[in-house]
């Protein structure tokens, strides 16, 4: 048999091993795994890494955010996703208070249709806990869409706890995910007008004003909510050691509770917010940077299975004419950092060269995973036969110092400037087609899909996990 397309030689990434081997691809799936496949077109692959493309389940493309937009849009972003071997990304639809759900949807939808480059899935933002709302619920699952986003903190968006364990129950019902930004609004609010009345206000105070506890108590409430309601529930951007420690209990008393991080929270600490002058804005994300303690709880999380899954929580905003928008006092400053290109890199580097996690691991966290939380394995995250044929061919020998001028994103700076990597991706595959190839865009806009997901075929409701314990 004659395949489209072979990749030769390379070693190929799979759950519990390594193997080096051929991969036939036929009609944008992967079709078998073997040695000497013959193939219509041919790629060697000698010496590299052959993984299935990643999945990034965390990011904010085109974001109205106050007064501004993440300054990437679809297609910028996607660019850059695609040029880091991220092939399937899941953004966010986020209505405005009293839009139709399904309206929402439909206008998000449209504004990624033509213009992305990589297939795409959304989860939908729930606003509050009222019965119409509640009653849309199943007309989004029903679109493909059965995971929510829910926030703790954020005026217009923060759900109290009658709303959130009201929401938790009906997605849980219905079989959905519920995914939750978990900051106490309260603690915030209470030191953020200490600090801005006593005239605190540099971007060395936005980490003061969002401390740990903030987070570790509405991680422990929230948790405590998911085991009430006999819901799944799933923790994004968690920053801190106490948050970790919070999410392992819950799991210890039976909560089906999955955790994310962010390369930022583990490679990025406060100390960046005391940069001079207003540099200190750049690294403005929410929750903020902590402290290299956590950085090294947050490794020890991953590589022990507590977190399941990196995202990049990617909503960049520029240095010059975004970020500034908070020069006179750090609330204002737009909060986000970029990273939707540089996470499997960094993760290679920092996690599986430093021997923090295996190499299998890392594909686990930055594409497996992410792909069987959120319904979309096996089509994707994985290099089974069957599979569609996304996939990233890495160099674990390519050296490369990161810098904004040589990433896609379109954004004037990146937190990781001067990063030195050991090991980049060379090339990457979006069903079957090469969409970029030495740092090169060579794809196509508007190839991506939009990626429906059902409940079925999300990992909470397979007993995967249970059964992989
Ligand atoms: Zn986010």
């Given amino acids: 048999m004659n395949f489209d397309l072979v990749i030769h030689d390379g070693t190929l990434v799979l759950p519990n091993e390594n193997l080096v081997a051929d991969l036939g691809i036929s009609e944008s799936k992967i079709a078998e795994i073997g040695k000497n496949l013959i193939g219509a077109r041919n790629i060697d692959a000698t010496g590299k890494l052959v993984l299935p493309g990643a999945v990034d389940p965390h990011v904010h493309l085109d974001m109205p955010v106050g007064a501004t937009r993440s300054s990437d849009d679809w297609a910028s972003g996607t660019i850059a ?35 992305a480059a990589i297939d795409y899935g959304l989860h939908m933002t729930v606003r509050d806990g009222l019965a119409e709302t509640i009653a849309q619920l199943p007309g989004v699952i029903a679109h493909g869409c059965p995971s929510f986003k829910t926030y703790l903190t954020y005026a217009g968006f923060k759900l109290d706890d009658a709303a959130m364990l009201k929401v938790l129950e009906s997605v849980g019902t219905l079989g959905g995910l519920t995914l939750v930004h978990a900051e106490n609004d309260a603690i915030i609010e209470h030191i953020t007008h200490q600090l801005v009345s006593a005239r605190k206000t540099n971007p060395a105070y936005h980490p003061v004003s969002r401390p740990a506890s903030a987070e570790s108590e509405a991680i422990h409430r929230v948790l405590t909510f998911a085991k009430v309601a006999h819901a799944s529930i799933y923790i994004v951007h968690i920053s801190t050691a106490d948050g970790v420690e919070e999410l392992a209990r819950a799991q210890g008393n039976g909560v089906i509770a999955f955790g994310e991080t962010c390369p930022q929270y583990l490679l990025l600490t406060e100390a960046e917010y005391k940069r001079p002058d207003f540099e200190g804005a750049k690294f403005v994300c929410s ?51 970029p990273g939707i290109e540089s996470r499997l890199a960094l993760l290679y580097t920092f996690g599986v060269r430093a021997g923090r996690i295996s190499v299998n691991q890392w594909v686990d966290l930055c594409s497996t995973n992410p792909a069987r939380i959120f319904g979309l394995y096996p089509q994707k995250g994985s290099l089974l036969p069957g599979s569609d044929a996304d996939i990233v061919v890495f160099d674990p020998n390519r050296k490369v110092v990161l810098s904004s001028t040589m990433l896609h994103e379109h954004v004037d700076y990146t937190p990781y400037q001067g990063f030195q990597l050991h090991g980049y991706p060379v090339m990457t595959l979006l069903r079957g087609d090469v969409i970029s190839e030495e740092g090169k865009f060579t794809g196509q806009l508007g190839s991506g899909q939009f990626m429906p997901r059902w409940v079925e075929d999300l990992w909470s409701n397979k007993n995967i996990r249970e059964s992989q314990i």
């Fill in 81 to 115: 996703a695609a040029c880091g071997g991220t092939t399937s990304i899941i953004d966010f639809i986020e209505p405005e208070p009293g839009q139709p759900l399904l309206q929402a949807l439909i206008s998000r939808e449209m504004e990624a249709n033509g213009k």
């Fill in 287 to 337: 929750p903020p940077l902590r402290t290299e303690f956590d950085n090294k709880q947050l490794w020890k999380a991953l590589s022990e299975d507590t977190l399941q899954s990196v995202g990049t929580d990617h909503c960049p905003f520029n240095y010059f004419g975004q970020k500034d928008l908070g020069q006179d006092v750090f609330t204002k400053i737009p909060s986000g950092l």
